[in-house]
């Protein structure tokens, strides 16, 4: 049983599964905050996905919206041959959940008082709904994205080992995924840059060993914990 979960949770399949229920949150609440409080709502990672789709000239509200879904239609395509022997076990479910509050918790401790989360704001139900969205999108960008893109360049334009790529990719990634938190207001730390980026090593190694439902839910219960901490 132990060997099943381990295998079947990390596939796309369950990760889809899993973080479906995030996504639609997180989707509603933008949606239901719009004419009032959306600039505070959305997350970073999310408005940079917006920037770039409007920067070549489409829609960035709907398009955005829909990557999430694009990516794992993708990728469900790719592994079809692999669906007869994925079956749906309500308690991988939890078990995934537990699993991934536990690797939040480790990395709550591992931050200490510098934190991932940006743009607190005094409502409650707005840091709930940010810190859903950056448990989707930071993790879609800077782990399967990212991690991908680098993966194939390095190889392609390097020609390094497996290893030596994969490597040299979630440095790279978790580098640009600390640099990222300071796009905003926040003053520049070489510690808090340090800390982030070993932060990112840390969730880049839990989306490569556990897939991406895992990390998004790591990422997820991570920033809930700092708005239980900070309110």
């Known amino acids: ?22 996504f639609l949150i997180y989707e509603l609440g933008i949606f239901f905050f719009f004419n009032s409080e959306i600039s505070y709502v959305k ?8 920037k770039f789709i409007s920067g070549i000239g489409l829609n960035a509200y709907y398009v955005s ?3 999430f879904f694009l990516v794992f239609i993708y990728i469900a ?5 692999s669906y007869k022997s994925y079956k749906i076990h309500g308690r991988y479910f939890s078990f995934m959940f537990l699993e991934s509050i536990l ?13 991932l989360m940006e743009g607190l704001t ?18 879609l960008i800077f782990r399967v994205l990212m991690i991908f893109i680098l993966t194939k360049a390095l190889s392609f334009i390097f020609k390094f080992s497996k290893i030596i790529v994969l490597s040299l990719s979630v440095m790279i990634s978790s580098f640009l995924f600390s640099a990222f938190h300071f796009l905003g207001v926040e003053i520049y730390t070489f510690d808090a840059l340090l800390i982030r980026s070993l932060a990112g090593i ?10 991406f439902g895992i990390v998004a839910l790591t990422h997820a219960f991570y920033d809930l914990f ?3 901490r900070l309110t």
């Open 43 to 50: 997350n970073g990672a999310d408005v940079l996905i917006e």
């Open 103 to 115: 690797y939040a918790l480790f990395l709550l401790f591992l931050m200490k008082n510098i934190y």
């Open 122 to 139: 005094s409502n409650i139900i707005f840091n709930f709904i940010l810190s859903i969205g950056a448990g989707i999108y930071e993790e």
């Open 65 to 67: 919206t829909s990557i």
């Open 202 to 211: 840390y969730l880049s190694l839990i989306y490569i060993y556990r897939g």
């Open 1 to 22: 049983m132990i060997k099943d979960y381990f295998s079947q949770s990390k596939s796309p399949y369950y990760s889809f599964l899993i973080t479906l229920p995030l």
């Open 226 to 228: 700092v708005i239980f």
């Open 77 to 81: 395509y790719r592994q079809r041959s």
